[in-house]
Every structure is written in C-alpha cells, then in structure tokens.
T-cell receptor
Framework: GAGVSQSPRYKVAKRGQDVALRCDPI?????LFWYQQALGQGPEFLTY????????KSGLPSDRFFAERPEGSVSTLKIQRTQQEDSAVYLC?????????????FGEGSRLTVL | KNQVEQSPQSLIILEGKNCTLQ??????????LRWYKQDTGRGPVSLTI?????NTKSNGRYTATLDADTKQSSLHITASQLSDSASYIC????????????FGQGTRLTINP
C-alpha cells in the first residue's frame, strides 16, 4: 500500500477483554516496529520484527502483550486481559532498512481505551 | 530518567513568527538524531535526519541544528503557518546497532492567527 495502515483506529474495551491491533506495513519493508504512546508523551518502544523474526520484544510491558508477524508482512499486536493502564495509542512503523537505521514510516495509530 | 529532554513543553506563537524548539540528549554514542512532526491524532512524520557528523539540515521552513559536543539539537521554524500546529518530537538513535530509538516527550506547538 501507499503507507502504513493500522486498524482499528479506535477501540474501546472493557477491562479484562482481549484486543487485537493490526498493522499493514509498506509493501516490501523489512523492519516493523510497535510503539506505545501515552497521552502527551513520546512513543515508547514495544517490539521489533525483521521480516517474520521478532528480534526484540524487550519493551513489551507484561506477558499479556504478544506480537506476531507470521509471513513477514502484516503484524498483529494482541493484548490479553486488558487493564486501564493499557489505554494508549499504539503506533506501528516500518522501514526498508534493517533495524532503525533508515527512515521510519508511521501509521496513524490505534487508540485503545480500556474502561 | 529520560535520555532525550525537550523544551519548552508547549509553545504558542502568532502566525508568521519564527520559533526554535530545543532538544538535549544524553544518549552516547549515537548514530543519528531525528525530528518528527506529529499532528493530533496522526502518526509522526519525519522532518529531518542528521548523522552525528552533520551540523545542520533543512527541510523547507524547518531547519535542524546539531551540536554533538554539547549534546544539543534545535529545530527552527521560519514564517510559521497555521498548519505547523503539532507536536514536534526529537528522537536519538543509539550507535550500538540497537533497535530502540529514544524518543523525547515532544513540544506542543500552537500557531494562532
């Protein structure tokens, strides 16, 4: 596609529900990143994929967070048993270079609100 | 402790005026420093990327400077327009080949007519 596409744009979940956020990166981009952005803050790193391999998941805040990119293109970030502190915008970014050496192209984000 | 500190936290100026946003960082060594513009409800968009050896880089009305000795960067916006209203985020890429960019908290800029 022309840009990084994320869905849903907005998600409201009740505490305890599971949610899945999707990222469709720019076609052919090797690297894919997930970030969490709290209101008024800069994005914080969650996890990084190089093709289908998850090379770094050190930013995932708990084992309730899980990400996958099984075919090296579309990625899904899953949050199990959501808590109120999970409320944030989840940004996906892709790059045609390894790691973050190249320019990152961000999607518009998925805003998650946990009630 | 935030390794990338931005100031001011927010700024309001009149349309047509110039402004300068500051970024101080402690990330060292680093490979590049970036400035992003983030409109409300949108993802960040890259404005400039400077390697550690570059002192300045321009993108239209945006000019970024970098002083690696003092670990400071600035983003200067000339002849501001209403569409410049956004958050501006300074981002540093560590040199260790790590995947993790270090983001500042951003400066919220509002341009008033």
């Amino acid at each position: 596609g022309a840009g990084v596409s994320q869905s849903p744009r907005y998600k409201v979940a009740k505490r305890g529900q599971d949610v899945a956020l999707r990222c469709d990166p720019i076609s052919g981009h090797v690297s894919l990143f997930w970030y969490q952005q709290a209101l008024g803050q800069g994005p914080e790193f969650l996890t990084y994929f190089q093709n289908e391999a998850q090379l770094d998941k050190s930013g995932l805040p708990s084992d309730r967070f899980f990400a996958e990119r099984p075919e090296g293109s579309v990625s899904t970030l899953k949050i199990q048993r959501t808590q109120q502190e999970d409320s944030a915008v989840y940004l996906c970014a892709s790059s045609n270079r390894d790691r973050d050496t190249g320019e990152l192209f961000f999607g518009e984000g998925s805003r998650l609100t946990v009630l | 402790k935030n390794q990338v500190e931005q100031s001011p936290q927010s700024l309001i100026i009149l349309e047509g005026k110039n402004c300068t946003l500051q970024c101080n960082y402690t990330v060292s060594p680093f490979s590049n420093l970036r400035w992003y513009k983030q409109d409300t409800g949108r993802g960040p968009v890259s404005l400039t990327i400077m390697t550690f050896s570059e002192n300045t880089k321009s993108n239209g009305r945006y000019t970024a400077t970098l002083d690696a000795d003092t670990k400071q960067s600035s983003l200067h916006i000339t002849a501001s327009q209403l569409s410049d209203s956004a958050s501006y985020i300074c981002v540093v890429s560590p040199f260790q080949g790590a995947q993790k960019l270090v983001f500042g908290q951003g400066t919220r800029l509002t341009i008033n007519p």
